[in-house]
Every structure is written in C-alpha cells, then in structure tokens.
C-alpha cells in the first residue's frame, strides 16, 4: 500500500483547506487511516482517527473545526480544515493500518502493519 497526500499549503487564520490521502496498491488489507501532523520540535500527533466501527474521532484542539470523510470509490480519505488557527501549523501526514487479515483471523494486528504518506504542509498566517 502506499499512501499519497496533497492539498497543504499556506492561508490566512480562519481560511479552510481540504486535504487528501489516496491510498494504492492492495488497498483491501486497509483496516483504518488516520490523519496526524507535527508541528516543528513537536511530536507527531493523532488529529482523526476512524476506527473499524466507522466512527471517526477528533483530538480536542481540532474537535468541531476538522472533518474527516472517505471516498471508497477512489480509496481516498479527506480531511477538511476549517476556522484554520496558527497552531495548526504543521506536516500533516496520512497513515493506515493494514490490519484486515489479522483481525479476520482473531490476532493481534502487528505493530508494523501500518504505513505513511509522505507528509504535506500546511502554514497558517496571522
């Protein structure tokens, strides 16, 4: 599976950007994708998250401005940014866990079947 993400770029604080992740390859042994970023000297950090249950959750700093949705058809997963602040400033990164086959066997998903896209950018101005 390799992941491919796009749409970073630099706005103004409260402008909006969408980001996307396509995901190609054997796209069937996907089992979740996530959306994290880092921002400079910081740790990465889960920003939405669906899960199996196909609910998505939100890290709190982003709840209410963020949303993430999937088009199954194009195996591409969106991120729409809104109300963008100067502290979401950062590499945002796409990741998915390649866990179908473990969890129609009843195992543990192993812990390196997952994979990243290669990150995009995003800046916000004040």
């Known amino acids: 599976v390799q992941l491919q993400a796009s749409g970073g770029g630099r706005v103004q604080v409260g402008e909006s950007l969408t980001l996307s992740c396509a995901a190609t390859?054997?796209?069937?042994?996907?089992?979740?994708m996530d959306w994290y970023r880092q921002a400079p000297g910081e740790a990465r950090e889960l920003v939405a998250q669906t899960t199996s249950a196909g609910v998505t959750n939100y890290a709190d700093a982003v709840q209410g401005r963020f949303a993430m949705s999937r088009d199954g058809t194009k195996n591409t997963v969106y991120l729409q940014m809104n109300s963008l602040k100067p502290e979401d400033t950062a590499v945002y990164y796409c990741?998915?866990?390649?866990?179908?086959?473990?969890?129609?066997?009843?195992?543990?998903?192993?812990?390196?079947?997952?994979?990243w896209g290669q990150g995009t950018q995003v800046t916000v101005s004040s």
């Open positions: 990741h998915a866990e390649l866990c179908v086959i473990a969890q129609a066997m009843g195992v543990p998903c192993p812990a390196d079947a997952e994979v």
């Open positions: 390859g054997t796209v069937d042994g996907i089992s979740a």
